[in-house]
């Protein structure tokens, strides 16, 4: 039973892949998630064990009240499903409060996404310890794994964040902003970006000489919005649906990531769509994002404004310069896992 108890629209594709990867692998996976992320899947109806009604949803700005939420729809998945029947359970996203006092069965498999940063707080540090004494986690690389382990919680185990199936390549759709006068487009998809970094970008003579010179628009999706524009950097301010983000996404060459500080001890699912879609990045240097060196042959992280720009140059002269990983060398694999709990 694949178990998705939290409203995150952001995890559909990252469901999508893990559920694909374990029907791949032979397993009759029955789906517990929010009746509107399983519009968005797929799925026949017979592929659902429940579907979590509207009141299960998240409420921005209410923490005390989305734990509230979270421990009701636990307790609804456990009156409403029979868990005893389900060789495995895995949870794909997790609020260790909630589910340290009251876990769906004697052993889950629970996916971590940034919960090892939780490990720096008390609290949740003491439910982090309370499941690892019967339930195993799930992380994405060894650098996830390393404060678990230093914590002495060894009851980890690390599978792909895997890559979404390339997007569609459909009639092109109305952008929220003209990109047809510029030769090469770069992308800034999240909106979750380092501040500081963006108000660089701006204010960099250099960087806006290379722009120019080359014809290059950079596109920043900013969740909360952003003026400071300049002739060839642009911002695109709030939500971005689907359609949109990926039309953009496939029109650019170039993907920038430069996530803030706090964005520790997670994957970005940003990086594994260039990967799915062939595109090339730059990255902001972070110790969170260094996996993303394995997937090109070239050396996509900058640790500066000035090193960005020599990378940038590099990437507009040198077309061979690309990704030589696949989507399938990172297909999540749960095979082992399971193995291993059948000993």
């Known amino acids: 039973m694949y178990v998705d108890y939290i409203f995150q629209k952001g995890h559909v594709n990252f469901n999508r892949i893990h559920i694909d990867a374990l029907k791949s692998e032979g397993n009759d996976v029955k789906i517990v998630t929010h009746r509107?992320?399983?519009?968005?899947?797929?799925?026949?109806?017979?592929?659902?064990?429940?579907?979590?009604?509207?009141?299960?949803?998240?409420?921005?700005?209410h923490p005390f009240k989305n734990r509230m939420i979270y421990l009701l729809a636990l307790l609804w998945i456990r009156l409403h499903v029979p868990i005893g029947r389900f060789d495995q359970v895995i949870v794909s996203?997790?609020?260790?409060?909630?589910?340290?006092?009251?876990?769906?069965?004697?052993?889950?498999?629970?996916?971590?996404?940034?919960?090892?940063?939780?490990?720096?707080?008390?609290?949740?540090?003491?439910?982090?310890?309370?499941?690892?004494?019967?339930?195993?986690?799930?992380v994405f690389n060894d650098y996830m794994a390393g404060p678990f382990f230093e914590a002495g919680i060894r009851s980890v185990f690390v599978v792909s964040h895997g890559c979404v199936p390339p997007f569609p390549r459909q009639l092109p759709v109305d952008l929220p902003l003209d990109v047809s006068s510029f030769s090469r487009i770069v992308f800034h998809p999240s909106s979750k970006h380092d501040a500081r970094f963006v108000d660089d970008l701006i204010s960099h003579p250099r960087l806006q000489q290379i722009l120019k010179e080359n014809d290059v628009l950079l596109v920043i999706h900013d969740k909360i919005g952003n003026e400071s524009e300049t002739s060839h950097i642009r911002f695109i301010n709030g939500f971005l649906p689907q359609r949109q983000y990926q039309d953009l996404f496939l029109?650019?060459?170039?993907?920038?990531?430069?996530?803030?500080?706090?964005?520790?001890?997670?994957?970005?699912?940003?990086?594994?769509?260039?990967?799915?879609?062939?595109?090339?990045?730059?990255?902001?240097?972070?110790?969170?994002?260094?996996?993303?060196?394995?997937?090109?042959?070239?050396?996509?992280?900058?640790?500066?404004?000035?090193?960005?720009?020599?990378?940038?140059?590099?990437?507009?002269?040198?077309?061979?310069?690309?990704?030589?990983?696949?989507?399938?060398?990172?297909?999540?694999?749960?095979?082992?896992?399971?193995?291993?709990?059948?000993?």
């Open 251 to 343: 029109q650019s060459d170039i993907i920038l990531l430069a996530y803030p500080e706090e964005f520790r001890f997670q994957v970005s699912g940003v990086s594994f769509e260039c990967v799915a879609n062939g595109k090339r990045m730059l990255v902001k240097e972070h110790p969170s994002l260094t996996y993303c060196r394995q997937f090109y042959n070239y050396d996509p992280i900058f640790s500066s404004m000035d090193e960005m720009c020599d990378k940038l140059e590099y990437l507009v002269s040198h077309t061979e310069a690309s990704c030589i990983v696949s989507s399938e060398s990172l297909k999540p694999d749960y095979t082992h896992i399971f193995k291993m709990s059948q000993r």
């Open 93 to 138: 996203f997790c609020d260790e409060i909630t589910l340290s006092l009251l876990p769906l069965c004697r052993h889950m498999y629970i996916i971590c996404h940034g919960n090892a940063g939780a490990l720096s707080n008390p609290l949740k540090r003491f439910c982090l310890y309370r499941l690892s004494r019967h339930h195993s986690f799930i």
């Open 36 to 61: 509107q992320i399983a519009s968005l899947l797929p799925y026949a109806t017979s592929e659902y064990a429940l579907l979590l009604p509207p009141f299960f949803r998240y409420r921005e700005g």
